[in-house]
C-alpha cells in the first residue's frame, strides 16, 4: 500500500475538451483535471488567484512566462497549450505533485489515471476507458503496463482502501480463474463493487463478496453473475488535507 497526502480538491462542474478552441479553454480543462480550485492551482503556478482569473476572462493577455509556468508545474504538452495539437499528458509524465516520470523510479511503468469512480454506477468499464477520461500518468514499479488506475468511493474497503483512495486494476481475461482472498472490481449487471472474493462453502457455484470494513455483511451472487473481473494489483491511499 502507497500512502500520499495531497491538496485538498474540489469536483468542478464545468466541463471542457482536450481539443477546445482557445488557451484559455485548455487552461479550464487543466484545472478539471488536476482536481484542483481555481485558486489552488493557481497557488501551485505561484501566481496570484486573482491574476489567473483575469488571465482566463481575457482581461490580462495569456503570456509566454504563464504558459511555461503551466507545463513545468503541471507536466503538460506546450504544444498542446498553445495550438490544441498533441495531446495533454504524454505517456512518460507523471502527475506533478505526487508521482515522478517514468524513469526516475527503478522498474517503473507508467500507466494511465482516469477520472472514473469505479464504484459509481453499473456501466461497463471496458466501454469507459477512453483517452477523453485520462487525467495523467503515474509511475509505479512491479505494475503490469496494462494496469489502470481509478477512484474509489465509500468506506466499505477501509482501512484497506479509504475513501477517496485509488487503485491500479488489472482487466481479468479468464473469469474461470480466481485468486481466492484477494481484491477485485467486481462488474454485474447491477453493480460494480471492490471487494475481497471467497468461496461460498455451501455452492461452489457462488462467490462471496466480502468487505474489509466489518460493519458491512457479505454479499454472495452466482458467479454467472460476473460480466467483467478487475484485480487490484495496488492501493493507492491518500488524505485529503482541509
Known sequence: MV????????TMNKETTPGSESVADRIRYLIIKSRLTQSEFAKRLGIDPSNLSKHLSGKL???????????VNMGVSKQ????????????????????????????????PVYDIDVTAGS????AMFTDERITGYIALPRISSDSLIVHVSGDSMQPEIINGGMIAIRPV???STILW??????VTEDFRRVKYLRRDPLNPDNVVLHS???????????RS??????????????????
Open 3 to 10: 500512502d500520499f497526502v495531497i491538496p485538498n480538491f474540489q
Open 61 to 71: 493577455p495569456i503570456t509566454d512566462i504563464l504558459i511555461n509556468r503551466i507545463v
Open 80 to 111: 498542446w497549450l498553445v495550438d490544441g495539437s498533441d495531446v495533454p499528458f504524454s505517456k512518460t509524465a507523471g502527475i506533478p505533485g505526487i508521482i515522478p516520470p517514468a524513469g526516475q523510479l527503478a522498474n517503473a511503468v507508467s500507466v
Open 123 to 126: 456501466s461497463n468499464l471496458d
Open 173 to 175: 481475461d479468464n473469469l
Open 181 to 186: 482472498g484477494q481484491i477485485y472490481v467486481v
Open 212 to 222: 474489509a470494513n466489518p460493519d458491512y455483511d457479505d454479499v454472495v451472487i452466482p
Open 225 to 242: 453473475d460476473i460480466r467483467s473481473l478487475f484485480r487490484v494489483e495496488a492501493v493507492l491511499n491518500y488524505k485529503i488535507l482541509g
